[in-house]
């Protein structure tokens, strides 16, 4: 079979400037190690040692790409074009030794890997509320790698955050959110803590907030933002986790009615680090994770999938309500659908 | 030195034969995207030079840029027809300046030399969402040098 080899003008120094080159053979294979023989430079780039094709370059057999035919396997036709392209890819940041070693032992967990790692550190979070009882979660967040973490929290530090595991005696009266920005700061140099707004666009959103009305505020604006958001509700026996990924089944679907509003107990702290843990999971795979709700009753957990209310408009039945919501004017008349 | 940059702005030297880096286009192609890395090509046609915007495949598109394969194999054809001439390879950092990363110089690099020979690097560095800084890097003969910064903002937190 005879093929052609068509080479794009940044490659072709590598076989005497030419665009064209001709190969005999049966596979994609056989047809590269004969342009390899001809034009060693070019095979250089081309295959490594064993044979195998490099990550410098793509192939396609036509329009189709070689990979997607079975690799060097893939048979070629009398006839046929062989297009060379330059993978060209690079990165902003990257996992270091540094990073690696902090990260090791999630790192082998299955599912986790460098690939979720590197969605962490992408991630920009915010987190609502930073009061003593969140402040696990804004801990367990840092510790695995989260990137950016904005806080949301406009009140100053009570007696009763020093319960938290972030804040101190002396530091009662100061604000919450420059205060565990300075902590959060002090725990993990890889990670960028500020007080929310910062002008910026979370990816994700950890509500944590000490109202039933807040919590739902904040969980609606994380659902037309379309992003991933995990929210904590603590009542007086402990509470609920409520994970929604992008087109789940919205807080307000999914939440238990009659929690909320009470004193929260022993158990809320074990409950906002079930949170982070929650959000972390729908930021390392995204698009794998169904919405959840976690109940901690009596010191029990229970999981159930979420169930969309009937007519909620985050099943997406008033899409052309929902562009209307953009502009802030969509929200409570949602309801009423 | 750093040299100030603003929207429309084209340097008025870098990409040779008098033609100017289009640093107001790609500031503007930089700051339309602030979740994601833009990349793709400078080409150079007809005495000017020409962003040519390719997809971002990268499976973290926030911190890395994979041009598309098969949009950038659509190019190159284009580039033969219409007989232009790559210039460089762009893309943004959505934070952390205009040098080359390890891993940008690991993906521009095959053992040590240029996978793309005489085309330059270009990055465009967002600062909260603004274009902050602009570099070309240029290979010399054993490693990429870059250019003095072109910078929206002298007192650019990146000094």
């Given at each position: 079979m005879q093929v052609t080899i068509l080479?794009?003008?940044?490659?072709?120094?590598?076989?005497?400037?030419?665009?064209?080159?001709?190969?005999?053979?049966?596979?994609?294979?056989?047809?590269?190690?004969?342009?390899?023989?001809?034009?060693?430079?070019?095979?250089?780039?081309?295959?490594?040692?064993?044979?195998?094709?490099?990550?410098?370059?793509?192939?396609?057999?036509?329009?189709?790409?070689?990979?997607?035919?079975?690799?060097?396997?893939?048979?070629?036709?009398?006839?046929?074009?062989?297009?060379?392209?330059?993978?060209?890819?690079?990165?902003?940041?990257?996992?270091?030794?540094?990073?690696?070693?902090?990260?090791?032992?999630?790192?082998?967990?299955?599912?986790?890997?460098?690939?979720?790692?590197?969605?962490?550190?992408?991630?920009?979070?915010r987190v609502v509320g930073a009061d003593g009882q969140a402040t696990p979660a804004l801990l367990a967040l840092v510790q695995a790698g989260v990137g950016t973490l904005w806080i949301d929290d406009p009140e100053t530090i009570g007696p009763a955050d020093l319960c938290g595991w972030?804040?101190?005696?002396?530091?009662?009266?100061?604000?919450?959110?420059?205060?565990?920005?300075?902590?959060?700061?002090?725990?993990?140099?890889?990670?960028?803590?500020?007080?929310?707004?910062?002008?910026?666009a979370p990816s994700a959103t950890l509500v944590c907030a000490a109202s039933s009305a807040q919590?739902?505020?904040?969980?609606?604006?994380?659902?037309?933002?379309?992003i991933p958001h995990v929210v904590v509700e603590l009542d007086g026996e402990a509470g609920q986790v409520v994970s929604i990924p992008p087109g789940a089944p919205c807080f307000a679907c999914a939440r238990f009615s009659a929690a909320g509003e009470r004193p929260p107990v022993a158990g809320s702290l074990v409950l906002a680090s079930l949170g982070a843990q929650e959000l972390l999971r729908l930021l390392v795979e995204p698009g794998l994770v169904e919405g959840r709700r976690l109940d901690l009753v009596r010191g029990v957990p229970t999981v159930r999938a979420t169930q969309r209310l009937p007519g909620c408009v985050c099943g997406g039945a008033a899409v052309a309500g929902g562009e209307a919501g953009a502009d802030g004017q969509g929200g409570l008349a949602g309801d009423g659908v | 030195m750093v040299r100030a940059v603003w929207p429309?702005?084209?340097?008025?030297?870098?990409?040779?034969?008098?033609?100017?880096?289009?640093?107001?286009?790609?500031?503007?192609?930089?700051?339309?995207?602030?979740?994601?890395?833009?990349?793709?090509?400078?080409?150079?046609?007809?005495?000017?030079?020409?962003?040519?915007?390719?997809?971002?495949?990268?499976?973290?598109?926030?911190?890395?840029?994979?041009?598309?394969?098969?949009?950038?194999?659509?190019?190159?054809?284009?580039?033969d027809r219409e007989g232009g001439e790559l210039l460089a390879v762009y893309h943004s950092h959505l934070a952390g300046g205009a040098d080359l990363s390890t891993r940008d110089l690991a993906g521009a690099l095959a053992d040590g030399?240029?996978?793309?020979?005489?085309?330059?690097?270009?990055?465009?560095?967002?600062?909260?969402?603004?274009?902050?800084?602009?570099?070309?890097?240029?290979?010399?003969?054993d490693r990429f040098v870059a250019s003095e910064p072109w910078s929206r903002s002298v007192n650019s937190p990146l000094g």
């Open positions: 080479v794009p003008g940044p490659m072709r120094e590598l076989c005497g400037g030419r665009g064209q080159l001709t190969a005999a053979g049966a596979t994609v294979g056989e047809v590269l190690a004969e342009v390899a023989r001809a034009h060693p430079l070019l095979g250089a780039r081309l295959l490594d040692e064993s044979g195998q094709v490099r990550r410098y370059v793509g192939l396609f057999l036509g329009e189709e790409e070689v990979r997607e035919l079975g690799g060097l396997a893939a048979p070629v036709r009398d006839g046929d074009r062989l297009s060379l392209v330059p993978a060209i890819a690079g990165g902003a940041r990257e996992l270091d030794g540094e990073r690696i070693a902090r990260w090791a032992r999630q790192l082998l967990v299955p599912g986790f890997g460098a690939a979720g790692q590197e969605r962490l550190m992408a991630a920009r979070v972030l804040y101190q005696p002396g530091q009662v009266g100061q604000p919450r959110a420059t205060v565990a920005a300075a902590a959060l700061a002090g725990v993990s140099r890889f990670v960028e803590v500020r007080p929310y707004p910062t002008g910026g919590a739902l505020a904040s969980a609606e604006a994380a659902r037309r933002a379309r | 429309g702005m084209v340097s008025e030297t870098g990409a040779g034969d008098g033609r100017g880096w289009p640093l107001g286009r790609l500031a503007a192609l930089a700051e339309g995207s602030p979740e994601v890395e833009v990349c793709g090509l400078l080409i150079g046609l007809g005495g000017e030079v020409t962003p040519w915007p390719v997809r971002n495949v990268a499976a973290a598109p926030a911190t890395a840029f994979e041009l598309d394969p098969r949009e950038l194999l659509a190019a190159l054809r284009r580039l030399s240029p996978v793309l020979p005489g085309v330059a690097q270009l990055v465009v560095a967002l600062e909260r969402g603004r274009a902050d800084r602009i570099r070309v890097h240029r290979w010399r003969g």
